[in-house]
């Protein structure tokens, strides 16, 4: 029988609770011990794991001997401590929700951080089924990806506790908090490294009348992102967040010489109208050059998966790549490194739509 592994969570509001769910799913995972200041955000989490031991602090978390791994689901501009503070005490296998870092500053540090045991940035979107399935499809489809669009046409940033996803100083900004999971792709795909990004983004619609201990949030809504790569190929992206109505939430398309090939995404299920009867389905669409023809292929998600998450049943499928790596099975597929170059993208195209002039890299 699989070894049980047994996780430590800190930081359980939103997107700690939808690790909750589905740590729940998997047949050989518990989780023992959760850190969770806030009262609110921790009753729903002991609702969720009703047998994990609520600590005060993440010393006591780490003493808790049954610990096989820790995650990190804390306010983004925590990460960076808290990834240290386990370093120092018990450095257990670690999973770390993006963005890795909030802080230019703090690059130098993290690059530098030598974590003595398997760290996974948690970068959800790689394991989208529709985004798996292009992944796995991509170079057979295209011939080499050379031209990549990213599309999130969707809704604003939801309420967190004490709205820190308001402001840019703690979430890192829009194309950092937000984006990173995109230029991770980006790189992903492309299988390259960025060498200059062009960026125009703004805040037009949302969070401008809110008040929030008399200040108005800052977080951008909308912008474009054009990225070139050290291989000649280039990647755009188009964040839209007030575009909720839209039919599917993600729009992936990748070009090369033979043909294209998109995925389609939609959001979550909770958000989608009962009035318009069901959901939309996943959607990956192959369009070769030569016999002209799409093929166009439903790409089915477990309605259990869906049920415990926002994320298209991704974050179940990260888990159960993370628990073989605990066990010693399998592999870190998302690292440090990943994490970093996503965010210094993200930052990049915060600088160039702040001063209208392209970043070098």
């Known amino acids: 029988m699989p070894q049980l592994v047994t996780y430590g969570i800190i930081g359980c509001g939103m997107m700690g609770q939808e690790h909750l769910r589905n740590i729940a799913l998997l047949p050989d995972a518990r989780v023992g011990a959760i850190f969770e200041p806030d009262p609110t955000m921790r009753a729903a989490a002991q609702a969720i794991a009703p047998n994990a031991l609520m600590v005060g602090g993440i010393g006591e978390l780490l003493a808790v001997p049954a610990l096989d791994c820790v995650l990190i689901a804390s306010p983004n501009d925590l990460h960076v401590q808290q990834i240290q503070e386990v370093a120092a005490r018990r450095a257990l296998p670690l999973m770390v929700e993006k963005p890795v870092f909030t802080d230019p500053k703090d690059a130098a540090r993290v690059r530098s951080l030598a974590y003595p045991a398997p760290l996974w940035v948690a970068m959800e979107y790689r394991y989208m089924p529709p985004i798996r399935a292009l992944i796995d499809s991509v170079d057979a489809a295209t011939g080499g990806p050379l031209m990549l669009t990213i599309r999130e046409h969707r809704f604003p940033f939801l309420p967190k506790v004490g709205d820190w996803n308001r402001f840019s100083a703690r979430s890192g900004g829009t194309l950092v908090e937000k984006c990173c999971h995109f230029f991770d792709l980006m790189r992903l795909l492309l299988r390259a490294e960025p060498v ?82 069901a959901p939309p389905v996943p959607r990956v669409v192959v369009s070769p050059r030569a016999p002209k ?52 993208m993200g930052q990049a195209a915060q600088r160039s739509a702040e001063t209208g002039q392209a970043v070098t890299l």
């Open 196 to 277: 200059r990004v062009m960026a125009s983004a703004g805040q037009a619609v949302n969070h401008k009348d809110e008040r929030i201990d008399g200040r108005v949030p800052d977080v951008w809504d909308h912008g474009y992102v054009i990225v070139d790569f050290d291989t000649g190929a280039r990647a755009m992206l188009e964040l839209c967040m007030f575009a909720e109505g839209s039919r599917y939430q993600e729009d992936i398309s990748v070009i090369g010489p033979r043909g294209r090939i998109e995925a389609f995404v939609p959001g979550p299920t909770r958000f989608w109208p009962g009035h318009l009867g």
């Open 293 to 344: 023809g799409p093929q166009d292929v439903a790409v089915l998600v477990d309605p259990v998966l869906l049920d415990a998450g926002d994320h298209n049943g991704s974050t179940y499928y990260q888990h159960e790549r993370f628990v073989r790596v605990v066990r010693g099975e399998g592999r870190i597929e998302v690292g440090l490194l990943d994490g970093i170059r996503a965010v210094e």
